[in-house]
């Protein structure tokens, strides 16, 4: 398992996406003594229903683009030689048919339009579920709970929660209303993957890479809650630089709208 390595060198790879300043305010609390339950200590909620709301790369999220599409993600060339190949042929065109497992993978499902579950199981493992795709993240906060899978689209997660520092300093000195001090954020760390899709035109990744995940919740002007999930895929396979993506969840009031919709296992073309 090579999650232990990865929370030893999370820092280099953090200050790079987050800058020092968040780095400053988010890491994980100082223990005073046997920590709590993960479901006790967390500093944000995110169970529920939750919907993807799809702002932007409309075109790549809520369709199946053509092959060889891969804008904005950096491919290295034989990353770009796979999705220039990819046949579109078994999949049908638009949102509503058929639907690739490699594009649920951990590395892509949290960008693919979709509602999610979130659920504990326990009081130190949180599970993710989808209705399109149909996947079951499992998300553990104990290294002694994580089972020594084989590979798989979901891989094996690690998180913990991050909180705020010294967030007394700066808040109710100044007159008038004062901004609310962040909470705090999850943090996942995703490896022992099986290769899978960054898109669902083929835009592969690979068996090395390593995904690493910011959750924060936040409630707009209107009052209605949503999450926020920054994600960062690494993999030295296909990828010359970290893919970096941020897609926002809308929570839902009940499981109305859930609709479940599985993805096929389709063989990649000769």
Not at 39 to 55: C, F, N
Not at 129 to 134: I, P, R
Not at 136 to 165: C, K
Request: charged share 15%; hydrophobic share 35%; aromatic share 10%.
């Amino acid at each position: 398992m090579k999650i232990r390595i990865l929370l030893g060198s999370v820092a280099l790879v953090g200050a790079g996406v987050l800058g020092q300043t968040a780095l400053a305010q988010f890491g994980p609390p100082r223990p005073t003594g046997p920590p709590p339950p993960a479901e006790q200590a967390a500093p944000i909620d995110l169970t529920g229903y939750w919907e993807s709301v799809v702002t932007e790369d409309w075109r790549w999220r809520m369709l199946t683009a053509p092959p060889g599409d891969y804008a904005s993600v950096p491919l290295n060339p034989a990353g770009q030689k796979i999705a220039k190949a990819f046949n579109p042929a078994p999949y049908g065109s638009g949102f509503t048919e058929t639907i690739d497992c490699r594009a649920y993978g951990a590395g892509g499902v949290m960008r693919m339009p979709t509602r999610v579950h979130i659920t504990w199981v326990n009081q130190n493992q949180l599970q993710i579920e989808t209705d399109w795709g149909e996947q079951t993240r499992e998300i553990y906060f104990r290294h002694q709970d994580m089972p020594q899978n084989a590979p798989s689209l979901q891989g094996s997660s690690f998180a913990v929660w991050q909180t705020p520092r010294n967030l007394a300093a700066g808040f109710g000195r100044a007159r008038g209303p004062q901004p609310k001090p962040p909470t705090g954020k999850m943090y996942v760390v995703t490896d022992n993957l099986a290769p899978g899709w960054l898109r669902r035109n083929g835009v592969p990744y690979g068996s090395q890479t390593h995904v690493t995940e910011w959750f924060q919740t936040f409630t707009d002007p209107t009052g209605k809650h949503w999450f926020d999930v920054t994600t960062q895929v690494v993999d030295p396979e296909y990828l010359l630089a970290p893919f970096i993506t941020s897609s926002d969840f809308r929570q839902e009031s009940d499981s109305s709208k859930w609709s479940p919709h599985p993805c096929k296992n389709v063989a990649p073309a000769d």
